[in-house]
């Protein structure tokens, strides 16, 4: 999506082989522009606390999942993000970040 749609915004629908949508652009809706960013934000806890993510906080809101794992496309690379429970209330996070950012625990 991002190197063949606007990149501006995402894709309501897919053409074939992923590429962009055919005959009648339709360049955002309620799946790829509300439920993504929620996944990102919610489940891997991702939240940028300056602009660009200079600086950013991780905390996932694991619910009754036993992992999860993705990573967050920053203009200063990629945040990876891993996290898998271990008992009840306790969860080993892993989180690999840019150079050039803070990581606010």
Do not use: C
């Not at 992923?18 to 934000?41: C, F, H, K, Q, R």
């Amino acid at each position: 999506m991002l190197a063949h749609g606007p990149k501006s915004t995402m894709w309501e629908t897919i053409g074939p082989g992923g590429g962009a949508p055919v005959n009648i652009p339709s360049w955002d809706a309620g799946w790829s522009s509300g439920a993504a960013p929620a996944l990102t934000e919610y489940v891997l806890g991702v939240k940028p606390t300056s602009p660009g993510f200079k600086t950013f906080t991780v905390t996932p809101h694991t619910g009754n999942l036993k992992w999860a794992k993705g990573d967050v496309p920053t203009p200063r690379g990629l945040i990876h993000v891993s996290w898998k429970r271990q008992g009840k209330k306790k969860i080993a996070l892993e989180v690999e970040a840019p150079q050039g950012t803070i990581w606010q625990q």
